[in-house]
T-cell receptor
Framework: GDSVTQMEGPVTLSEEAFLTINCTYT??????LFWYVQYPGEGLQLLLK?????DKGSNKGFEATYRKETTSFHLEKGSVQVSDSAVYFC????????????FGKGTKLTVNP | DAGITQSPRYKITETGRQVTLMCHQT?????MFWYRQDLGHGLRLIYY???????DKGEVPDGYVVSRSKTENFPLTLESATRSQTSVYFC???????????FGDGTRLSIL
């Protein structure tokens, strides 16, 4: 079945460091891919999405490119801030859409000043 | 724009009690979902609903009951709470099949 694998955390960085959180998926065809962010004490918020191969999703300085050849959707940010400290979830929706999302287990990011 | 609201935000109860978690959305989204979030397990889908009066089981439905008599509400009931149901519960909704899900702020439930 469909699945999402994220790099395990926690990830700890200093402010202004470069961030990469790896995400790979297993699914048939061309699923839609998402990154969600969960700040402490809050629900998940959609950060960015991509719906077809080679699409780049971007928001708040974060980017992720849909790579069909490597079945990946890695999240990157050039210069992290303390306020980026959160848990990040990669997720997919199977091709053609689905009632449900398949989530990775989440990666906790802590950014120190 | 109230969005999706969960209540209560925090709840403490005892084993064997019935408890209902409420979820209300103002967008008239067709789809609604209940998840639980536990360390080491990530997010797991409990139940979902594609429309009023249509519900279906997710990954971990045992011990839970849902109903959806109105599009905007999707309550989750633990009929006889157990300690293993201590968790953070999230409700989500989405407009249609291909749209992303939007989440509430969660209910932290502790069962003693």
């Amino acid at each position: 079945g469909d699945s999402v694998t994220q790099m395990e955390g926690p990830v700890t960085l200093s402010e202004e460091a470069f961030l990469t959180i790896n995400c790979t998926y297993t699914a048939t065809g061309y699923p839609s891919l998402f990154w969600y962010v969960q700040y402490p004490g809050e629900g998940l918020q959609l950060l960015l999405k991509a719906t077809k191969a080679d699409d780049k999703g971007s928001n708040k300085g974060f980017e992720a490119t849909y790579r069909k050849e490597t079945t990946s959707f890695h999240l990157e940010k050039g210069s992290v801030q303390v306020s980026d400290s959160a848990v990040y979830f990669c997720a997919l929706s199977p091709q053609g859409g689905s009632e449900k999302l398949v989530f990775g287990k989440g990666t906790k990011l802590t950014v120190n000043p | 724009d109230a969005g999706i609201t969960q209540s209560p935000r925090y709840k403490i109860t005892e084993t064997g009690r019935q408890v209902t978690l409420m979820c209300h959305q103002t967008w008239s989204h067709s789809y609604m979902f209940w998840y639980r979030q536990d360390l080491g397990h990530g997010l797991r889908l409990i139940y979902y609903s594609a429309a009023a009066d249509i519900t279906d089981k997710g990954e971990v439905p045992d011990g839970y009951v849902v109903s959806r008599s109105k599009t905007e509400n999707f309550p989750l009931t633990l009929e006889s709470a157990t300690r293993s149901q201590t968790s953070v519960y999230f409700c989500a909704s989405k407009a249609s099949y291909n749209q992303p899900q939007h989440f509430g702020d969660g209910t932290r439930l502790s069962i003693l």
